[in-house]
């Protein structure tokens, strides 16, 4: 095995050739290998090379406000195609990150496909398969039918087609095969091997690795430490030297985009769960508690970004902080899932497995339910989470939404019924008063695009709820149909008339349990889900 080439970031960029196609590990600034990013436009800032790129960025492409990641790479001539999981979407109300202004004035083709789908891609192209075959995505913006999954009017649609298989319709995507694959690790000895021991999940490093190498690219590693060769544990090593051609040492790089490093993010030190500081009670706290309600002792159960976050937290508040096995789309498995810029971690995870593993776990449905944030619900139950109402054309991004979508048996939007400028409080009584509502509705006549169809959901048999502040739907074969009502709340004013959607009252309405509605812990008491009936049955003997 030959030693490593060790290179500054900016001789790192040398490596890249013109119109070469870059996969690029990160999870927002999770795993985000920032350091050799800059270096390559660096070298384009000096020399307008290397040009034409097509990067890849699987999950997400930097951190939310443009300053780590994509960014860099964010100069006409240097980008001509990007194929992301989601892009940085910028704090509200400043001017948006580089890339989202170069896909607007359509001076890059850009896609934006499912972050699982991304990773089987590049295991198709390290196979020299010629792509992927799924369900993932059908009748989404995704579908070619609908969108392909195109950003903008500069994008072709290539890379996706819709095909039928004994009778049932999938989508299949073409492999990506890189020529440059840049990954960041903790450690790498002098023989390029890499371990993990302070990352929050090494995402799909290895996958993409492979892709690269498979296909006579070539790969680089970002990361904190060199060790003396053949010093690192062999089970600790993620990805192997023989896949490894330059490692660039950089030792200010930061577990995500808020923590320099946290040993409980890394599953090195388990804290106790009520370390956690409490969530203030909110609105959006009462939202959590309601979604909540809907799990079991015992479950396994995905979760997203917004106010689904929340939920763990409430657990904690209740005492059953670990009565449920979280499972997220960036690999941590267990532990209490962490909010903000750390979101995609958890604290005191009981396994971290890497984010491409985690994705077949995922769409193949091997859990009870997903609690999920929605942006618009549409008359057939259609969700929009990746477009940003108002945009033209870019959106924040599919993420993992719709591989977890596609398999999910149960799923839990949770949400506000309206946006913008609202004042909502809570009497001392348990009662919701909305003192000045949202000037836009959420549930629309149509939708900005299609991230999950509603119509489809229930072809599948999926269990769909819409959990907000003011009431409760679920989604029916006769439609939308409002199953509980906040104690408070007018569900002709409130609800009936701040809906563009037609909905359904159903005859057993229900008052939302007005305990969610109070301060104090709400007392909790969740059911014991069921063992498999197998093991039932023997341990009934």
Not at 251 to 270: C, H, K, L, N, S
Not at 346 to 352: E, G, V, Y
Not at 513 to 536: I, Y
Request: proline share 7%; aromatic share 6%; glycine share 10%.
């Amino acid at each position: 095995m030959q030693k490593v080439a060790v290179l500054s970031p900016r001789q790192a960029a040398d490596l890249i050739a013109d119109d070469d196609v870059v996969t690029v590990s990160s999870s927002s600034a999770l795993g985000c290998p920032d350091a050799v990013l800059r270096g390559i436009g660096e070298r384009f800032a000096e020399t307008s090379a290397p040009r034409n790129l097509t990067t890849v960025h699987p999950i997400a492409a930097g951190d939310m406000y443009g300053v780590k990641g994509i960014d860099h790479l964010a100069h006409p001539g240097l980008l001509g195609r990007v194929i992301v999981g989601s892009l940085p979407s910028g704090p509200s109300g400043a001017t948006p990150p580089a890339i989202w202004r170069m896909v607007e004035r359509e001076e890059v083709a850009a896609y934006n496909f499912p972050s699982g789908v991304l990773f089987q891609m590049h295991r198709a192209a390290a196979a020299h398969q010629p792509g992927v075959l799924t369900p993932v995505g059908l009748r989404t913006f995704v579908d070619p039918r609908l969108q392909g999954g195109r950003m903008n009017a500069a994008t072709p649609a290539d890379l996706v087609e819709v095909t039928e298989v004994a009778d049932e319709q999938y989508l299949f995507f073409r492999a990506l095969a890189p020529q440059v694959a840049v990954v960041r690790a903790t450690t790498a000895d002098e023989y390029g091997n890499l371990t993990f021991e302070d990352e929050g999940s090494p995402l799909g490093a290895l996958d993409q690795a492979y892709a690269a190498k498979n296909n006579g690219g070539i790969v680089i590693a970002q990361v904190k430490r060199l060790a003396q060769g053949r010093t690192l544990p062999a089970q600790s090593v993620r990805v192997p030297g023989i896949l490894v051609d330059a490692v660039v040492l950089a030792p200010e790089q930061t577990q995500t985009t808020a923590t320099v490093f946290d040993p409980a993010i890394a599953g090195q030190v388990r804290r106790p769960v009520d370390s956690l500081p409490p969530l203030p009670f909110s609105v959006e706290k009462v939202v959590a508690r309601r979604g909540a309600l809907e799990l079991s002792r015992g479950e396994t159960v995905n979760l997203g970004f917004g106010v689904s976050a929340l939920v763990p937290h409430v657990l904690v508040e209740e005492g059953e902080g670990t009565a449920v096995s979280w499972v997220l789309e960036q690999g941590a498995v267990g532990g209490v899932p962490l909010l903000d810029f750390a979101f995609g971690c958890a604290q005191s995870p009981d396994a971290i497995m890497q984010s491409a593993d985690q994705f077949t776990l995922l769409q193949g449905g091997g859990f009870g339910h997903s609690l999920l944030s929605f942006l618009e619900i549409g008359p057939s139950g259609d969700v929009n989470v990746h477009h940003l109402p108002g945009r033209r054309h870019v959106t924040a991004g599919v993420g993992g939404f719709a591989d977890i979508t596609t398999g999910a048996p149960a799923i839990v939007f949770l949400g506000s019924f309206t946006a913008g400028r609202r004042r909502i409080t809570v009497t001392e009584d348990g009662a919701l008063d909305i003192v000045e509502d949202g000037p836009h509705t959420k549930l629309v006549r149509q939708v900005a695009g299609v991230t999950f169809s509603g119509a489809l959901s229930r072809e599948r048999g999926q269990r769909v709820l819409y959990i907000t502040e003011r009431c409760v739907l679920e989604l029916r074969d006769e439609g939308l149909t409002v199953i509980e009502l906040a104690p408070g709340v007018d569900i002709e004013r409130h609800v009936l008339a701040r809906s563009e959607v037609p909905l359904r009252v159903a005859d057993d309405l229900t008052e939302m349990d007005r305990r969610l509605f109070l301060p104090g812990p709400v007392g909790l008491d969740l059911p014991e889900l069921p063992r498999h009936g197998r093991l039932r049955a023997v341990l009934a003997r």
